[in-house]
């Protein structure tokens, strides 16, 4: 059975996932860096970035997904507040973990 | 005299759960059609669709996936081939954009804008190629009017449209000798999602330059895509039928 990979493997395969839609650098990326915020992702690059994550991962992961990393039920404003590079790559190692 | 329909068989909508694919399903939906609906959200608001549609006495099966990836298209046809049915139809009812200024997209954006809205018309046809020749289908793909004006903050979208009515009128040619016929609709602005949330001053500029006097409903494009879904358009080849209410003539 594969072992799924460490925290510290999704959030390297994430700052570069984001490094690829956003033109930056992947170790300019902070881990604490807002996507929407600070990195300036836009609702397609949400879309793009979904789309990439499914494929690095090999899990599905839905605009529902990215939402639940932050909370279910975050409003707008909170979500675009705290989905960080942090919480995104958290929840993803959390799916990856839990075989989904 | 009513347009013919044809025989029951499957009709596959790739954006068939909302929008005017949706609108399209509801028309072909009736007793002994299989509809194969492609969504990629809005699950709940998919399914109740689904429901709509199995009321009229269709069945239907829901895909959920990016149809920019091959596995998605993989499973469409699939779907075809379990249905055990003619392939009679395939509807592109797929687009996204960012809504600003084309000058400033970047590069993964245009990407994206192209491959979902009209590199996945070409995949599609070549998914379902042997079930769309073996039963003569018709293939009808949804350009709007980005595709020959500027329209503000349209982001890629207008160039992807363009590609997209290119891509039909070559594939017609290559295809008509298979029996695969492709056209396009290009349609005006309908009363939809995106149209809901133009300024009024923009709604109101189009309903003052359309002969008819009012903004398209999903129904009037719908119409016209059933139209070219059917025997009565079989002369109908790789062209683009313009469907604004007039607006494009003024």
């Given at each position: 059975m594969e072992t799924p990979l460490s925290h510290d493997a999704v959030l390297a395969r994430l700052r570069s996932l984001l490094g690829d839609v956003l033109l930056l650098p992947p170790e300019e990326i902070p881990d604490g860096a807002g996507i929407m915020g600070e990195l300036g992702a836009e609702s397609i690059d949400l879309l793009d970035l979904r789309f990439r994550i499914e494929r690095e991962f090999s899990i599905r992961y839905t605009h529902e997904d990215l939402i639940a990393s932050v909370h279910p039920q975050a409003t707008p404003d909170r979500f675009r507040s705290e989905f960080t590079v942090l919480t995104l790559a958290r929840h993803i190692a959390g799916r990856i973990h839990a075989g989904a | 005299m009513p347009v013919r329909e044809p025989p029951a068989g499957t009709s596959v909508i790739l954006g068939g759960t909302r929008g005017i694919g949706g609108a399209v399903a509801l028309r072909l939906a009736s007793p002994g059609t299989h509809l194969v609906l492609l969504h990629l959200e809005r699950t709940a608001e998919a399914e109740a669709h689904a429901r709509r549609l199995t009321e009229r006495g269709a069945t239907v099966r829901l895909i959920r996936g990016n149809i920019a990836a091959p596995e998605t298209l993989g499973a469409v046809a699939a779907a075809v081939e379990e249905a055990g049915?003619?392939?009679?139809h395939l509807v592109h009812s797929v687009a996204v954009t960012t809504f600003k200024p084309l000058i400033e997209v970047r590069p993964n954006q245009w990407d994206l804008v192209f491959a979902v809205s009209t590199r996945s018309l070409l995949t599609a046809v070549q998914a379902l190629r042997r079930p769309l020749a073996a039963a003569h289908g018709r293939v009808v793909a949804i350009s709007s009017q980005g595709a020959t004006r500027h329209i503000p903050a349209y982001g890629p979208l207008g160039p992807a449209k363009a590609a997209l009515e290119g891509l039909v009128r070559q594939l017609a040619v290559e295809l008509a000798p298979e029996g695969i016929v492709l056209n396009a609709v290009r349609a005006g602005l309908v009363e939809s999602d995106a149209a809901s949330r133009l300024p009024d001053i923009a709604r109101g500029a189009v309903r003052a330059r359309t002969p008819l006097g009012r903004i398209g409903s999903l129904e009037d494009v719908a119409g016209a895509v059933c139209l070219l879904l059917s025997p009565d358009a079989g002369w109908i080849v790789g062209q683009v039928l313009e469907v604004d209410g007039g607006f494009s003539s003024t």
């Open positions: - | 049915q003619p392939c009679r």
